[in-house]
């Protein structure tokens, strides 16, 4: 009986040790990802998040559908969807007809990248300036960080300020009671901006104040740019002029002496660079959770022609496009190809300025060529823009004639001088001159439908572009209906998710 | 098991008795149902653990003191004890232990007999299990009892089965807690179904609240084979091997009505021939992929033919031996099955072996084992997913593609972006591999009389090892890779756990008898993940499918995390005269899976029992009434999976998700982020369960019925809860959400009658389950089930858990008048940009609009009631079982046909020959060229789930005792079967059964592989 005992005993106490422990055994700190609460203490922590922030930018295509020129240009009269049958990104296809509906995969995915982006932003502005300085990280650089983030939170903003109006103003992490935000008004959305481009930009570096391994970071002229940029789609003349006015004084951009430059490998982060989406080569296939969000573009593959380029033939330039170019204009074989066999409802014409031609891809699907957000051209076309509408025609005339004498090349039997053709002498000639530059020369760059909304005259345009459109084309093109194409709808499954989020107006 | 600790009791219950004058005493046993000699039946003599057993004619011979106790027993017989008078020749008859109330039931660490249960247990026999031939023990219990729905995720080989036990208890993880041999495990794809000797399902919260915080979704304990006492040797040779072919296909345009369709006149001049309408029609002649000379005209491609394998074959051999002594027994088993998937490629193996041995180390001491080692490979195809799956672009390519050029290239589709159903299966090289040993060693220690003391440690080892090769190869501009790719991971589990129970058996003065049960439990596991890939390998030849093969490109990851639970269980059983029963458990849970405001967790249960039929008014019902037993339990059970980290929000760092390119030269940089949030108050879901039950038995026990209603609150349910864009996560954040609530009856009934040389039996099980959202906590619908830019479920208060949503169609507009006359009460037009073959929509809020507002419960996925029943006779030598099962009143979201009734770029269903193409022509498939919307979610997609399945028949014929004898065996059966031999249903689709992609992701058909019709033939062989 004794040794029973003695039995029991040893696996009771054995027991019982695990019980004294038992708050060690039960703590388990996870493994791999470090947690939040000791997260944000240090200069590499605030690098990290800071770059983190920029990761949505890359997004597009799989889950997070998204280029500028799925919505700037196939939705305006510059393109047609393309690709292998109307069904083929049959959302697209929609949106291009004013016939999307708030169940639009794209403008959902597009949406919800937007604020993870924003999320990101946010915790980077949120959390770095209570980091001390250390080794990683002076003052200078965390200034910078903190400045580079609001920068991405202002662009990320403008991107879904165009495309929806106002969204909800989100800044910080916000906790579940918080979640249904309702949308903000558009002016506050764009105060918002105003407000954080302008506190980033005396902490953000110059261009060439970065070392090279940190090429791709935002810097002052892009933030400048893009506030300029901003002040120009709510009419502020003197503002964007202004911001103009510092952009150029800063003497860090030009213009590529050949414009097609702008578009090849060699020519990335060049002179004319004021702000890219950076690519690089992607050489392996997807690997764990890669999904498109890695390295590479799709928008290679997707645009090159489905025939002599083996693409996907998306972004179909229109023959109202082709049309707009004035004879012999450099900037058309630049941006456009073909004819080459085309699917359906096409020209034949393709876009070539991130086809990449010649270039061997190593992956399937993704490419190595970096996105142009905004090329010094469109600073000289905005600066143009703005001094017409505040009445300085000379400084207008002037950057305009940069932009032209540009694309020249040179040949000076082509793109005479303003004024030149139909367009008179006066400021409304000058107006028509400088819109009708922006569209041949940022052509098939995702600007063409938020200028023809920003000026105004979106209705017009679209359904005389339409009218003009071949028959198999036209008998998919609804109306452009005015006070609703304008801007596109919330998105279903976001009203579903958030009932405070009200509609677009004859959604 | 049972028998086993039966024995035990009773040998140190009667340790002390003496006795004196011998005698030699002989007999034969036979059994009581078909009056056989009974080989190997255990003969003790009572109070002592000396004793013989029965030989090969049932004859025995023993010598024992006069006036002795000998005590007869046998697995799945009742037990008989016989003093020794006079007669030296004992003709003794064993009977089965059919509805024998005294029956012992494995409940949470312990029996009990079934008597004195006091909670909703359900019991399966190992022989109910064996009749399903199928790879896996959950597949077998399908239909076979009352309250549990078993739903075949796919009819893929390997791939793992839905089971839910009194309906869907969360819309977190709602699968059951397995325990093998008391090892805890959440899944048993190890298991070999012939290993199983007892299994049963706890129902209640009586039964499961012993689990605590892993018991709300139901328990199901299984006990494996074991040894006897005898010394004779059991050796059982099972083996069936059978084929597999689809049972339905759907009815595609062939080549001649898909090109009229898309506009293809003979007669038209445009084109000399069909090839060149081809080539035209779909701008082929510059496509770099398409040879320039294919003659389309002879090809009419049944491409469901192609991708479905005809007679795939299914085999599986077992062999298993159990014998041992008075101090050891042993029982040991082989195993292998392997099954042919039913889609071209898929397939599955798996050996299995299995070591269970005992041994009484001394009169109180026993200690022992039960070691399972499984191997199983298998190789997948892509199924179940709306954008890339096998079947899905099997109904969608045109009959005109041939599968693979004269060149032998697999084509691309010549109508759109579709890949060919063959590139998905011969480019891609899916293997996996899973080495998993599960295993317990335990100690039983019995000092005094009736007190136990229990210590066992049991552990669950996996190795998975996954591999992938693509080679390089172009199809088309979407199906190619520009250089071959190799993918290799490794994956390792390991888990321990540690219980220790003590357990107090008394009765008092006869009447009062008490069972305390106290306990600890330790579990700990985890799981580390390393993998690799690269690309450019020179030869594609599979000997050089290995990383160091491969020269660029490579990439490595690795990952890992741990869980812990510690846990305090107790539990009282007092039972008065075996006619008053309560029950109480109490169970204490500490998870690392929570923070540290709400690591533990305590559930509590109670139960009461009435065995009517012992009472004194009763006994003039006796004679009718073998048993009438009515129970009340009640308790509360939690649920814990929720993942290991929910309770702290995560960076995520590295390159996936957060990298960016930065510098010159470019290269990836890493970031950090959190993808999701965290909620620190995170606390544990619980589950509030009531049941009333009724136990009778008529008839001389020939009758028996079970009965019980039930209600399950599931309260504080936790839930990855979709959030609005605006919140800028990845991934959902877990939230405590709300409440939900599921209650229903379920019903099993069982008659069995004999008639000489015939005997019968009939029985069934009926379940109901009403699932309804009592609230949400506050919170908002919870949308599921993505399907192209819809979700197609919704959550939402007053409803079943993830009910369809979608439009109501109303018809289709005719012609101009009926667009322009479908106004609101305003004389607003509701659709004024449909066209004539558009559908119109149900406008439900009299607004002038379709949109999300208009989108109704279109019904769930939930069925109202499950059912099974079976029949089986028996005539002398042969025998006969008959199974059906079904499911009735549920709704699947038929997504098959976005495609086959879809704008017509893909092949369509023959239906849509007599969809809308001018006035008058069709109400309900509208014109394929119209708008998008068409395709919108709405009732034309929500077809009644309900089947009727023929799920098992089986004709068996055993050798006459004599002639087995004869050629050396002491039984052989022989039967041929068939499976899923018959199903009627409404559904059109390739198959009812749906499983459950994730969560609230139900009743939604994505191209699933559809359920095998089989026929096997097989047989039992016993030495």
């Given at each position: 009986m004794?040794?029973?005992?003695?039995?029991?005993?040893?696996?009771?106490?054995?027991?019982l040790?695990?019980?004294?422990?038992?708050?060690d055994?039960?703590?388990?700190?996870?493994?791999?990802?470090?947690?939040?609460?000791?997260?944000?203490?240090?200069?590499?922590?605030?690098?990290?998040?800071?770059?983190?922030?920029?990761?949505p930018?890359?997004?597009?295509?799989?889950n997070?559908?998204?280029?500028?020129?799925?919505?700037?240009?196939?939705?305006?009269?510059d393109?047609?969807k393309?690709?292998?049958?109307?069904?083929d990104?049959?959302?697209?296809f929609?949106?291009?007809n004013?016939?999307?509906?708030?169940?639009?995969?794209?403008l959902?995915?597009?949406?919800?990248?937007?604020?993870?982006?924003?999320?990101?932003s946010?915790l980077?502005?949120?959390?770095i300036p209570?980091i001390?300085?250390?080794?990683d990280?002076?003052?200078?650089?965390?200034?910078?960080l903190?400045a580079?983030?609001?920068?991405?939170?202002?662009?990320?903003?403008?991107?879904?300020?165009?495309?929806?109006g106002?969204?909800?103003?989100v800044?910080?992490?916000?906790?579940?009671?918080?979640?249904a935000?309702?949308?903000?008004?558009?002016?506050?959305?764009?105060?918002?901006?105003?407000?954080?481009?302008l506190s980033a930009?005396?902490?953000?570096w110059?261009?060439?104040?970065?070392?090279p391994?940190?090429m791709?970071?935002?810097?002052?002229?892009?933030?400048?740019?893009?506030?300029?940029?901003?002040?120009?789609?709510?009419?502020?003349?003197?503002?964007a002029?202004?911001?103009?006015d510092?952009?150029i004084?800063?003497?860090?951009?030009?213009?590529?002496?050949s414009?097609?430059d702008?578009?090849?490998?060699?020519?990335e982060?060049?002179?004319?660079?004021?702000?890219?989406?950076?690519?690089?080569e992607?050489p392996?296939?997807?690997?764990g959770?890669?999904?498109?969000?890695?390295?590479g573009?799709?928008?290679v593959?997707?645009?090159?022609?489905?025939?002599?380029?083996?693409?996907?033939?998306?972004?179909?330039?229109t023959?109202?496009?082709?049309?707009?170019?004035?004879?012999?204009d450099?900037r058309k074989?630049?941006?456009?190809?073909?004819?080459?066999?085309?699917?359906y409802l096409?020209?034949?014409y393709h876009?070539?300025?991130?086809?990449?031609?010649?270039?061997?891809?190593?992956?399937p699907?993704?490419?190595?060529?970096?996105y142009k957000?905004?090329?010094?051209?469109?600073?000289?076309?905005?600066?143009?823009?703005?001094?017409?509408?505040?009445?300085?025609?000379?400084?207008?005339?002037?950057?305009?004639?940069?932009?032209?004498?540009?694309a020249?090349?040179?040949?000076n039997?082509?793109l005479p001088?303003?004024?030149?053709?139909?367009?008179?002498?006066?400021?409304a000639?000058l107006?028509?001159?400088?819109?009708?530059?922006?569209r041949v020369?940022?052509?098939m760059?995702?600007q063409?439908?938020f200028?023809?909304?920003?000026?105004?005259?979106?209705?017009?345009?679209?359904?005389?572009?339409a009218?003009?459109?071949?028959?198999?084309?036209?008998a998919h093109?609804?109306?452009?209906?005015?006070?609703?194409h304008?801007l596109?709808?919330?998105?279903?499954?976001?009203r579903?998710l958030?009932?405070?989020?009200?509609?677009?107006?004859?959604? | 098991?049972?028998?086993?600790?039966?024995?035990t009791?009773?040998l140190?219950?009667?340790?002390?008795?003496?006795f004196?004058?011998?005698i030699?005493?002989?007999?034969?046993?036979?059994?009581?149902?078909?009056?056989?000699?009974?080989p190997g039946?255990?003969?003790i003599?009572?109070?002592?653990?000396?004793?013989?057993?029965?030989?090969?004619d049932?004859?025995?011979?023993?010598?024992v003191?006069?006036?002795?106790?000998?005590?007869?027993?046998?697995?799945?017989?009742?037990?008989q004890?016989?003093?020794v008078?006079?007669?030296?020749y004992?003709n003794?008859?064993?009977n089965?232990?059919?509805?024998d109330?005294?029956?012992?039931?494995v409940?949470?660490?312990?029996?009990?007999?079934?008597?004195d249960?006091?909670?909703?247990?359900?019991?399966?026999?190992?022989?109910?299990?064996?009749?399903?031939?199928?790879?896996?023990i959950?597949?077998?219990?399908?239909?076979?009892?009352?309250?549990?729905?078993?739903?075949?995720?796919?009819?893929?080989?390997g791939?793992?089965?839905?089971?839910?036990v009194?309906?869907?208890g969360?819309?977190?993880?709602?699968?059951?807690?397995?325990?093998?041999?008391?090892?805890a495990?959440?899944?048993?794809?190890?298991?070999?179904?012939?290993?199983?000797?007892?299994?049963?399902?706890l129902k209640d919260?009586?039964?499961?609240?012993?689990?605590g915080?892993r018991?709300?979704?139901?328990?199901?304990?299984?006990?494996t084979?074991s040894?006897?006492k005898?010394?004779?040797?059991?050796?059982?040779?099972?083996?069936?091997?059978?084929i597999?072919?689809?049972?339905?296909?759907?009815?595609?345009?062939?080549?001649?009505?898909?090109?009229?369709?898309?506009?293809?006149?003979?007669n038209?001049?445009?084109?000399?021939?069909?090839?060149?309408?081809v080539y035209?029609?779909f701008?082929?002649?510059?496509?770099p992929?398409i040879?320039t000379?294919?003659?389309?005209?002879?090809?009419?491609?049944?491409?469901?033919?192609?991708v479905?394998?005809d007679n795939?074959q299914?085999?599986n051999?077992?062999?298993?031996a159990d014998?041992?002594?008075?101090?050891?027994?042993?029982?040991?088993?082989?195993?292998?099955?392997?099954?042919?998937?039913?889609i071209?490629?898929s397939?599955?193996?798996?050996?299995t072996?299995?070591?269970?041995?005992?041994?009484?180390?001394?009169?109180?001491?026993?200690?022992?084992e039960?070691?399972?080692?499984?191997?199983?490979?298998?190789?997948g195809v892509?199924t179940?997913?709306?954008?890339?799956?096998?079947l899905n672009?099997?109904?969608?390519?045109?009959?005109?593609?041939?599968?693979?050029y004269?060149?032998?290239?697999?084509?691309?589709?010549?109508?759109?972006?579709?890949?060919?159903?063959?590139?998905?299966i011969?480019?891609?090289n899916?293997k996996?591999?899973?080495?998993?040993?599960?295993?317990?060693?335990?100690v039983?220690?019995?000092?005094?009389?009736g007190?136990?003391?229990k210590?066992?440690?049991?552990?669950?080892?996996?190795?998975?090892?996954?591999r992938?090769f693509?080679?390089?190869?172009?199809?088309?501009?979407?199906?190619?890779?520009?250089?071959n790719?190799?993918?290799?991971?490794?994956?390792k589990?390991?888990?321990?756990q540690?219980?220790?129970?003590?357990?107090?058996?008394?009765?008092?003065?006869?009447?009062?008898d008490?069972?305390l049960?106290?306990?600890?439990?330790?579990?700990e596991?985890?799981?580390?993940?390393?993998?690799?890939?690269?690309?450019?390998?020179?030869?594609?030849?599979p000997?050089?499918?290995?990383?160091?093969?491969?020269?660029?490109?490579?990439?490595?990851?690795?990952?890992?995390?741990?869980?812990?639970?510690?846990?305090?269980?107790?539990?009282?059983?007092?039972?008065?005269?075996s006619?008053?029963?309560?029950?109480?458990?109490?169970?204490?849970d500490g998870s690392?899976?929570?923070g540290a405001n709400?690591?533990?967790?305590?559930?509590?249960?109670?139960?009461l029992?009435?065995?009517?039929?012992?009472?004194?008014?009763?006994?003039?019902?006796a004679?009718?009434?073998?048993?009438?037993?009515?129970t009340?339990?009640w308790?509360?059970?939690g649920n814990?999976?929720?993942?290991?980290?929910?309770?702290?929000?995560?960076?995520?760092?590295?390159?996936?998700?957060?990298?960016?390119?930065?510098?010159?030269?470019?290269?990836l940089?890493?970031?950090?982020a959190?993808?999701?949030?965290?909620?620190?108050?995170?606390?544990?879901?619980?589950?509030?369960?009531s049941?009333?039950?009724?136990?009778?038995?008529?008839l001389?026990?020939?009758?028996?019925?079970?009965?019980?209603y039930y209600?399950?609150?599931?309260?504080?349910m936790?839930v990855a809860?979709?959030?609005?864009?605006?919140?800028?996560?990845?991934y959902n954040p877990?939230?405590?959400?709300?409440?939900?609530?599921?209650?229903g009856?379920e019903?099993?009934?069982?008659f069995?009658?004999?008639?000489?040389d015939?005997s019968?039996?009939?029985?069934?099980?009926?379940?109901?389950?009403?699932?309804?959202?009592?609230?949400?906590?506050?919170?908002?619908?919870?949308?599921?089930a993505p399907?192209?830019?819809?979700?197609l479920?919704?959550?939402?208060?007053?409803d079943?858990?993830?009910?369809f949503?979608?439009?109501?169609?109303?018809?289709?507009?005719?012609?101009?008048?009926?667009?322009?006359?479908?106004?609101?009460?305003?004389g607003q037009?509701?659709?004024?940009?449909?066209?004539?073959?558009?559908?119109k929509?149900v406008?439900?809020?009299?607004d002038?609009?379709?949109?999300?507002?208009?989108?109704?419960?279109?019904g769930?996925p939930?069925?109202?009631?499950?059912?099974?029943?079976?029949?089986?006779?028996?005539?002398?030598?042969?025998?006969?079982?008959i199974?059906f099962?079904?499911?009735?009143?549920?709704?699947?979201?038929?997504?098959?046909?976005?495609?086959?009734?879809?704008?017509?770029?893909?092949?369509?269903?023959?239906?849509?020959l007599?969809?809308?193409?001018?006035k008058g022509?069709s109400n309900?498939l509208p014109n394929?060229?119209?708008?998008?919307?068409?395709?919108?979610?709405?009732s034309?997609?929500?077809?009644?789930?309900s089947?009727?399945?023929?799920?098992?028949?089986?004709?068996?014929?055993?050798?006459?005792?004599?002639?087995a004898?004869?050629?050396?065996l002491?039984?052989l059966?022989?039967y041929v079967?068939?499976?899923?031999?018959?199903?009627?249903?409404?559904?059109?689709?390739?198959d009812?059964?749906i499983?459950?992609?994730?969560?609230l992701?139900?009743?939604?058909?994505?191209?699933?592989?559809?359920?095998a019709?089989?026929?096997?033939?097989?047989?039992?062989?016993?030495?």
């Amino acid at each position: 009986m004794r040794t029973r005992i003695q039995h029991i005993l040893v696996i009771v106490f054995a027991a019982l040790l695990i019980t004294a422990c038992s708050e060690d055994f039960l703590n388990k700190e996870p493994l791999v990802d470090n947690v939040i609460e000791n997260f944000y203490k240090t200069g590499s922590d605030a690098i990290y998040a800071t770059n983190a922030a920029y990761t949505p930018l890359q997004w597009e295509f799989n889950n997070t559908y998204f280029s500028e020129w799925m919505l700037g240009d196939i939705v305006s009269d510059d393109a047609l969807k393309g690709g292998n049958s109307t069904s083929d990104m049959g959302d697209l296809f929609l949106l291009e007809n004013f016939n999307g509906t708030p169940s639009n995969e794209i403008l959902l995915e597009f949406y919800r990248a937007q604020y993870q982006g924003i999320n990101r932003s946010n915790l980077a502005i949120n959390n770095i300036p209570a980091i001390p300085v250390d080794e990683d990280m002076d003052e200078s650089l965390k200034q910078r960080l903190i400045a580079e983030a609001k920068f991405l939170r202002a662009f990320y903003y403008f991107r879904l300020v165009k495309v929806f109006g106002g969204v909800p103003k989100v800044t910080r992490s916000l906790s579940p009671s918080e979640y249904a935000m309702p949308r903000a008004h558009k002016d506050t959305i764009y105060n918002l901006i105003y407000k954080d481009l302008l506190s980033a930009i005396p902490h953000l570096w110059k261009k060439y104040d970065y070392e090279p391994e940190d090429m791709g970071r935002v810097t002052k002229g892009a933030a400048q740019a893009l506030l300029m940029k901003a002040y120009l789609y709510n009419k502020r003349w003197d503002d964007a002029r202004a911001w103009g006015d510092s952009i150029i004084a800063s003497s860090v951009y030009g213009l590529n002496n050949s414009y097609a430059d702008n578009f090849t490998l060699a020519g990335e982060n060049g002179i004319e660079s004021v702000f890219e989406i950076q690519y690089m080569e992607e050489p392996t296939s997807d690997y764990g959770e890669g999904n498109g969000f890695t390295r590479g573009t799709f928008t290679v593959i997707l645009q090159r022609t489905r025939v002599s380029n083996l693409g996907w033939g998306f972004n179909h330039p229109t023959t109202d496009l082709i049309n707009e170019y004035e004879p012999s204009d450099p900037r058309k074989d630049a941006t456009i190809t073909g004819p080459d066999a085309d699917v359906y409802l096409g020209n034949g014409y393709h876009s070539k300025k991130y086809a990449l031609t010649g270039y061997q891809l190593a992956h399937p699907t993704r490419a190595p060529l970096n996105y142009k957000v905004i090329r010094y051209a469109d600073v000289l076309l905005m600066y143009a823009e703005a001094a017409c509408e505040i009445g300085d025609l000379g400084a207008a005339k002037l950057k305009l004639e940069e932009v032209r004498n540009r694309a020249r090349q040179g040949n000076n039997t082509i793109l005479p001088e303003f004024p030149y053709g139909s367009y008179t002498d006066d400021q409304a000639g000058l107006r028509q001159a400088i819109r009708h530059e922006r569209r041949v020369e940022l052509a098939m760059e995702g600007q063409r439908f938020f200028d023809l909304v920003r000026w105004g005259i979106a209705p017009q345009v679209m359904n005389a572009y339409a009218e003009n459109e071949s028959e198999a084309v036209k008998a998919h093109i609804q109306p452009f209906t005015e006070g609703k194409h304008e801007l596109f709808p919330i998105p279903e499954v976001e009203r579903n998710l958030n009932p405070n989020l009200d509609q677009n107006p004859n959604y | 098991m049972k028998s086993r600790l039966f024995l035990t009791t009773l040998l140190s219950l009667f340790a002390f008795a003496t006795f004196a004058q011998t005698i030699s005493v002989s007999g034969t046993v036979i059994s009581g149902d078909d009056k056989s000699p009974l080989p190997g039946v255990s003969i003790i003599k009572k109070g002592t653990s000396e004793g013989t057993s029965s030989d090969i004619d049932g004859k025995f011979t023993i010598s024992v003191n006069k006036g002795a106790t000998l005590v007869f027993s046998f697995v799945g017989y009742e037990t008989q004890e016989i003093a020794v008078n006079m007669d030296t020749y004992l003709n003794i008859t064993l009977n089965p232990q059919n509805l024998d109330i005294d029956e012992v039931v494995v409940i949470g660490y312990g029996t009990i007999k079934k008597s004195d249960l006091t909670g909703s247990v359900a019991s399966i026999s190992s022989n109910s299990i064996k009749e399903s031939r199928v790879a896996g023990i959950d597949q077998a219990i399908q239909g076979k009892a009352a309250g549990v729905t078993v739903i075949a995720n796919s009819g893929q080989p390997g791939s793992p089965v839905t089971v839910r036990v009194r309906g869907i208890g969360t819309v977190n993880n709602s699968d059951p807690l397995y325990v093998v041999d008391g090892v805890a495990l959440s899944n048993i794809a190890f298991l070999n179904p012939s290993d199983i000797k007892s299994m049963e399902i706890l129902k209640d919260a009586s039964a499961t609240a012993i689990y605590g915080s892993r018991g709300a979704n139901g328990v199901i304990l299984i006990t494996t084979i074991s040894g006897n006492k005898s010394s004779k040797i059991n050796t059982t040779f099972d083996f069936y091997t059978g084929i597999q072919n689809k049972w339905r296909t759907l009815d595609m345009m062939n080549r001649e009505q898909y090109a009229a369709f898309k506009g293809y006149d003979p007669n038209d001049a445009t084109y000399s021939s069909f090839s060149d309408w081809v080539y035209g029609n779909f701008n082929l002649v510059n496509n770099p992929y398409i040879p320039t000379d294919i003659n389309y005209e002879q090809y009419d491609t049944d491409w469901q033919e192609v991708v479905f394998r005809d007679n795939a074959q299914i085999s599986n051999f077992h062999f298993a031996a159990d014998g041992g002594n008075e101090t050891s027994s042993y029982a040991l088993s082989l195993g292998y099955f392997n099954q042919e998937g039913i889609i071209i490629a898929s397939n599955f193996k798996r050996l299995t072996f299995r070591v269970n041995t005992s041994h009484m180390l001394s009169k109180y001491i026993k200690v022992g084992e039960n070691l399972s080692f499984s191997n199983s490979r298998n190789r997948g195809v892509a199924t179940n997913n709306e954008n890339y799956s096998v079947l899905n672009s099997a109904i969608a390519f045109a009959p005109w593609d041939p599968v693979k050029y004269p060149n032998g290239r697999i084509t691309p589709s010549t109508t759109t972006n579709l890949i060919n159903p063959i590139s998905m299966i011969e480019n891609q090289n899916p293997k996996e591999e899973w080495n998993r040993l599960v295993g317990n060693f335990f100690v039983d220690i019995t000092p005094i009389k009736g007190l136990t003391f229990k210590s066992d440690v049991g552990t669950d080892i996996s190795y998975g090892d996954a591999r992938n090769f693509k080679p390089k190869y172009y199809i088309s501009a979407n199906d190619y890779m520009a250089n071959n790719f190799l993918e290799h991971s490794y994956q390792k589990y390991f888990s321990w756990q540690w219980e220790n129970t003590v357990t107090y058996k008394h009765t008092f003065k006869d009447k009062h008898d008490i069972t305390l049960l106290a306990g600890m439990t330790a579990q700990e596991g985890t799981w580390d993940f390393l993998g690799a890939s690269k690309t450019h390998i020179p030869n594609e030849s599979p000997n050089l499918w290995y990383l160091d093969a491969a020269t660029q490109n490579a990439t490595a990851g690795g990952r890992a995390w741990e869980w812990s639970m510690l846990s305090y269980l107790g539990r009282l059983h007092y039972s008065y005269a075996s006619r008053y029963m309560l029950t109480l458990t109490m169970r204490r849970d500490g998870s690392s899976r929570f923070g540290a405001n709400n690591k533990w967790g305590m559930f509590p249960s109670a139960a009461l029992g009435w065995n009517v039929h012992q009472e004194s008014f009763f006994a003039n019902l006796a004679d009718k009434i073998n048993t009438l037993k009515v129970t009340l339990s009640w308790g509360q059970i939690g649920n814990q999976e929720i993942g290991n980290y929910a309770f702290t929000t995560l960076i995520n760092g590295g390159t996936t998700f957060v990298g960016y390119v930065f510098g010159v030269p470019q290269a990836l940089i890493a970031g950090a982020a959190p993808l999701s949030n965290a909620n620190k108050d995170l606390k544990w879901e619980s589950t509030e369960q009531s049941n009333f039950g009724i136990d009778l038995a008529a008839l001389n026990n020939r009758l028996s019925l079970t009965a019980d209603y039930y209600i399950k609150d599931t309260k504080d349910m936790l839930v990855a809860v979709p959030v609005p864009g605006n919140v800028g996560l990845r991934y959902n954040p877990i939230v405590n959400a709300g409440s939900l609530r599921n209650k229903g009856f379920e019903f099993t009934a069982e008659f069995k009658q004999t008639h000489g040389d015939f005997s019968y039996s009939v029985g069934g099980n009926f379940t109901t389950v009403k699932n309804k959202v009592i609230s949400l906590g506050g919170g908002e619908d919870i949308y599921s089930a993505p399907f192209f830019g819809e979700f197609l479920t919704r959550t939402r208060k007053g409803d079943p858990i993830g009910s369809f949503y979608g439009y109501e169609i109303a018809g289709i507009f005719q012609d101009k008048y009926d667009v322009e006359e479908y106004v609101n009460s305003k004389g607003q037009q509701i659709q004024p940009t449909a066209n004539p073959g558009d559908f119109k929509f149900v406008n439900q809020n009299d607004d002038n609009k379709i949109d999300a507002n208009d989108k109704v419960n279109l019904g769930s996925p939930i069925p109202k009631f499950t059912y099974g029943f079976n029949a089986s006779l028996n005539y002398k030598s042969v025998d006969f079982q008959i199974f059906f099962q079904g499911v009735y009143g549920n709704k699947i979201f038929n997504g098959n046909k976005y495609f086959t009734e879809g704008d017509g770029y893909t092949n369509l269903s023959v239906d849509m020959l007599n969809a809308w193409s001018g006035k008058g022509t069709s109400n309900t498939l509208p014109n394929p060229a119209g708008s998008a919307n068409n395709r919108l979610a709405s009732s034309r997609y929500i077809e009644d789930g309900s089947y009727l399945r023929l799920k098992n028949v089986q004709l068996g014929y055993t050798l006459p005792d004599a002639t087995a004898k004869r050629i050396g065996l002491s039984r052989l059966r022989v039967y041929v079967a068939a499976t899923n031999l018959l199903t009627i249903t409404k559904y059109t689709g390739f198959d009812p059964e749906i499983g459950v992609t994730n969560g609230l992701d139900l009743g939604v058909d994505r191209g699933t592989y559809p359920q095998a019709r089989t026929f096997t033939i097989g047989a039992t062989v016993n030495i």
